[in-house]
């Protein structure tokens, strides 16, 4: 049981370059969510999907999109990277959209833009 | 977005000493939760508190939502360094998106 998985878990692109960043769980849960982490401003919610087939928007969801490709799987594309983006990058997922569910976080990705 | 206030930022204490960590917002929360975070690692949570004036203990950690449900206290007693890392406090007020506040950096020294 893995839990919340992540990749990659480093990346460094050059500004305009895309990429999709990878997320799965193994365990059943219905909603998954992005955040950001900066230095100083704590995490920030991107977007998140309450359950399969839906997607919303979070609190910082310029220059980037989601799909949930199925139950288990949660992606996060930049289509056109900027160094503004450069930060660490958490999925988490939790049982229900409730907020008195435990979110599960995984490991991270470290993105660099230059 | 609600703000939610966390102090103090940094705190760097000796082995077995005590401290708490504050959360606060103006605002009345549904629900809070207490997260903590190592270096290069995801957040874990610690406890979720829902009702006005509920105290739950967590081992050496005790966490207090006060009455009014706008803000919440995390003590630890004779602190270890196994506690260092970021405490993060996040409250819910519309139900399910979780805001979280910028964390307490602790760091407990032997």
């Known amino acids: 049981n893995a839990g919340v998985t992540q990749t990659p878990k480093f990346q460094v692109l050059k500004t305009g370059q895309s990429m999709t960043l990878q997320c799965a769980q193994d365990?059943?849960?219905?909603?998954m969510y992005w955040y950001r982490q900066d230095p100083g401003m704590g995490l920030r919610l991107i977007y998140y999907?309450?359950?399969?087939?839906?997607?919303d928007k979070g609190e910082v969801p310029n220059g980037y999109n989601v799909s949930r490709l199925n139950k288990r799987e949660f992606s996060l594309r930049l289509e056109s990277a900027a160094p503004s983006q450069t930060s660490v990058y958490f999925c988490?997922?939790?049982?229900?959209?409730?907020?008195?569910?435990?979110?599960?976080f995984g490991p991270g990705t470290r993105l660099t833009v230059t | 977005t609600q703000l939610l206030e966390q102090s103090p930022q940094f705190l760097s204490i000796q082995e077995g000493e005590n401290l708490t960590v504050y959360c606060n917002s103006s605002?009345?929360?549904?629900?809070l939760q207490w997260y903590r975070q190592e270096p290069g690692e995801g957040p874990v949570l610690l406890v979720t508190?829902?009702?006005?004036?509920e105290v739950k203990k967590l081992k050496r950690l005790t966490f207090q939502f006060g009455d009014a449900r706008k803000d919440s206290s995390l003590h630890i007693t004779a602190a270890q360094p196994g506690d260092t890392g970021l405490y993060l406090c996040?409250?819910?007020?519309?139900?399910?998106?979780?805001?979280f506040g910028k964390g307490t950096s602790l760091l407990v020294t032997p």
């Open positions: 996040a409250g819910a007020w519309s139900g399910y998106a979780l805001n």
């Open positions: 508190v829902v009702t006005g004036g």
């Open positions: 365990m059943n849960h219905n909603s």
């Open positions: 999907s309450a359950s399969e087939g839906t997607t």
């Open positions: 605002s009345v929360f549904s629900s």
């Open positions: 988490a997922s939790s049982e229900d959209q409730l907020s008195s569910y435990e979110q599960y």
